[in-house]
């Protein structure tokens, strides 16, 4: 497995698996504790691809906003893990990157059962067939075997076009 924080780029799209970390982040220097979590599930579970996670927040914000859209664009899946705690983790950009992502075919999403206000998110995804999980360690599964049936799916660039703004 090989991870891309925020700041390093992949230029190219491959037939490697890769999958995208979306959901809401710690506004601090370090890596949310979810993604950490995450990372180490990717782990265990032997994921041999690429691992694209938006943190730490180093740069202006728009650099980190360009970063996030080509990154999730190339992703061959984009996981969205929302726990969502209304003062912590409001996850309100997360809301809108799950909209753009929604009817994509790479999304897989999973929240603790805790986790508020995910009742129209959770019904848009069933409504669309995206798998969803109630667990971090189900929502990674989900993820490795989207990553690998999407491998050989093509990046396409016109999506958003960021011209030089990498």
């Not at 999730?72 to 983790?89: E, G, H, M, Q, Y």
């Not at 019904?123 to 969803?132: L, T, W």
Request: net charge positive; with cysteine; hydrophobic share 40%.
């Amino acid at each position: 497995m090989k991870v891309f924080n925020s700041g390093i780029n992949v230029d190219a799209a491959s037939a490697t698996p890769s999958v995208f970390l979306a959901g809401p982040s710690e506004r601090d220097d370090g890596v949310t504790a979810w993604r950490r979590k995450a990372l180490s599930l990717f782990k265990k579970f032997g994921f041999n691809g690429h691992v694209y996670v938006p943190e730490p927040w180093s740069r202006s914000r728009d650099v980190q906003i360009n970063w996030e859209i080509h990154h999730l664009n190339l992703a061959k899946c984009v996981l969205f893990w929302i726990p969502r705690d209304l003062k912590t983790l409001p996850g309100f950009t997360t809301n809108i990157e799950f909209g753009e992502w929604l009817h994509s075919g790479k999304v897989v999403l999973g929240f603790p059962p805790a986790a508020a206000r995910m009742e129209y998110i959770a019904y848009r995804a069933k409504q669309n067939g995206i798998p969803v999980s109630d667990n971090l360690a189900d929502t990674v599964k989900n993820a490795v075997v989207m990553a690998d049936a999407n491998k050989n799916r093509q990046y396409n660039a016109d999506f958003y076009d960021l011209g030089d703004k990498l």
